[in-house]
């Protein structure tokens, strides 16, 4: 059995392509939302969060989580929330379980004192 060849199905994807830019972002100034998942607000804390699922496809570094301590390697889908009127700096990166048991994890996670750093 040979394997499957991948072919566009009609022209629409080819222009579809054709109207993208390296950066990511359309000619018409719209933002690549499939790239990076659909943003949602959030209430927690009395404040407004805004929420982005990240696939696995686009998650290219280490980040620290900070509802575990763990770390999340490159290639595992997460979720990155940040206050809605915030700094970019205020981005954090969390596992989806972690995020979704937030309320019911301590305030901070007490480390030992020869566990690491980073």
């Known amino acids: 059995m040979s394997p499957r060849r991948n072919r566009s199905r009609s022209g629409a994807v080819k222009s ?5 830019t390296g950066s990511g972002v359309r000619r018409d100034g719209e933002e690549r939302s499939e790239r990076y998942g659909l943003e949602r607000t959030e209430d927690w804390r009395g404040e407004e969060w805004a929420v982005r699922q990240i696939s696995g496809g686009a998650a290219v570094k280490h980040y620290r989580c900070p509802g575990c301590d763990q770390e999340i390697p490159p290639g595992v889908p997460h979720v990155v929330a940040w206050p809605l009127h915030g700094d ?3 981005r954090r990166h969390w596992h ?23």
Not at 16 to 20: D, G, H, M, N, T
Not at 99 to 112: E, K, V, Y
Request: charged share 40%; hydrophobic share 35%; glycine share 0%.
């Open 96 to 118: 989806r379980a972690c995020w979704n048991a937030r309320d019911r994890r301590s305030a901070r996670l007490q480390r030992s004192r020869n566990a690491p750093r980073y």
């Open 16 to 20: 579809a392509k054709a109207a993208r």
């Open 88 to 90: 970019v700096a205020d």
